[in-house]
Structures are given as C-alpha cells and as structure tokens.
C-alpha cells in the first residue's frame, strides 16, 4: 500500500525559505519507473506542477519557478525534501507530494498524499 | 510552455452524460491523464494514458484523445461525482508536467 504525508511548517513570512518534507512507504525511490513530485494548489484556483525527482536523481522543475526551488531524496529514510526560497503571499497554496509512474511518456501521479496548507504573512 | 484549456464549468443532470474536455496542440499525439478532486480533498487519478482506468474507479468514467482535443467523460452521473477534474500531460520534449485549467462538474 502506498502512502505519502507531507509535513512543514504551516505559516513562513516572506522572503523566508520554506522546506517541505514527503514521508513515504510502500515503495521505493530506487526502483526504476517511479519519482516524487510537488504540485501546489493556491485556495480556489487550479493544480500547478513545482518539481520531480526520479528514481535515478534526476530532478526537473516547472521553468517559472526553477531558479526558486531545490528537490531532493534520502532513499534510506524514504523522504523527498523540497525547498523553495524567497516566499511571497501568492505562494500561499497547499502543497501536495504524490508518487509518479514513469512509463514509456505516460508519466502520471497515481497516490497522492493529503496535502499541506501553507500560508506566507508576516 | 505547453497549456492544456478546459471549460470552467459542466453541468449535468442526473443520469445524463458529462463531457469535460482538454484543448492542447497536438494533445493527441501525448498520454492524458485525469484527476477527480472533492473538496477538502487531495485528487484521485480516475483514467490514465488517454482511456484506462485504475482499479476501483467505475467503468462510467471513460477517456479519449485525439487531435487538439481529449476528454473524459462519464456516463450515468450520479451525484457522488460532483468534483473539480484535471487533465495532465507530460511535455517530453522539455520533461516538464502540465496540469489543466480545472473544470467544476455540477450535478444538477
């Protein structure tokens, strides 16, 4: 059974650096095929793609906030960290962490965990 | 960058057909997947690669993909289904994932 959490802290200020953790169990990232990935959702507006890692290390991020964001795993702890720098209000959203099947160009994300609200306010 | 367009809105009685669709260029030429969320909820993957289904979604939700255009439809709507839906794409030629504008089913 696959499951995924996300934890960190529920309010940054702004320009803070915000880091995010995904705890995982019931697979492992050093299998072929499978990557984690971050999507956000800002309070009533649409899901919005940030960064994936995959289970050889490679790591993409949405082109708009590249220069903002650090992706990163810890295989034996079954963690995906990702960091984000210079917080504004508008990033404030629910970050999600979910589990991505790599297959052949039908890369899709198939658990999902809970999500996490963050909200950025001095 | 790649952008998937879906309508803001459907609304649909019971028992009637839903169609959501998701405009892209060339949209047929990739894998589309789907995604239901409830409120308060996190989404669920309900078809993947243009038209299967994971198991224990029901056979009412159905997919395909050709041209400029994919969609998702489901048959039979009940009003358990009333949710925001995604598609997503994944653009290989830049390695990024692309999620639609979002459509809000309401089941009249």
């Known amino acids: 059974q696959i499951t995924l959490k996300e934890s960190g802290p529920t309010l940054v200020k702004p320009t803070q650096t915000l880091t995010l953790t995904c705890t995982f169990s019931?697979?492992?990232?050093?299998?072929?095929?499978?990557?984690v990935g971050w999507i956000r959702q800002p309070p009533g507006k649409a899901l919005e793609w940030l960064a994936l890692i995959y289970w050889n290390d490679d790591k993409r991020y949405s082109p708009s906030l590249k220069s903002r964001l650090t992706i990163t795993k810890d295989t034996s702890k079954n963690q995906v960290v990702l960091t984000m720098t210079n917080m504004d209000p508008v990033d404030t959203a629910t970050y999600y962490c979910?589990?991505?099947?790599?297959?052949?160009?039908?890369?899709?994300?198939?658990?999902w965990g809970q999500g996490t609200l963050v909200t950025v306010s001095s | 960058s790649y952008v998937l367009t879906q309508p803001p809105s459907v609304s649909v009685a019971p028992g009637q057909t839903a169609r959501i669709t998701c405009g892209g260029n060339?949209?047929?030429?990739?894998?589309v997947h789907w995604y239901q969320q409830k409120p308060g909820q996190a989404p669920v993957l309900v078809v993947y690669d243009d038209s299967d289904r994971p198991s224990g979604i029901p056979e009412r939700f159905s997919g395909s993909n050709s041209g400029n255009t994919a969609t998702l439809t489901i048959s039979r709507v009940e009003a358990g289904d009333e949710a925001d839906y995604y598609c997503q794409v994944w653009d290989s030629s830049s390695d990024i994932y692309v999620f639609g504008t979002g459509t809000k089913v309401t089941v009249l």
């Open positions: 060339n949209i047929g030429s990739k894998s």
């Open positions: 979910a589990h991505a099947r790599i297959a052949a160009a039908a890369n899709y994300f198939d658990y």
């Open positions: 019931g697979f492992s990232l050093s299998t072929s095929g499978v990557g």
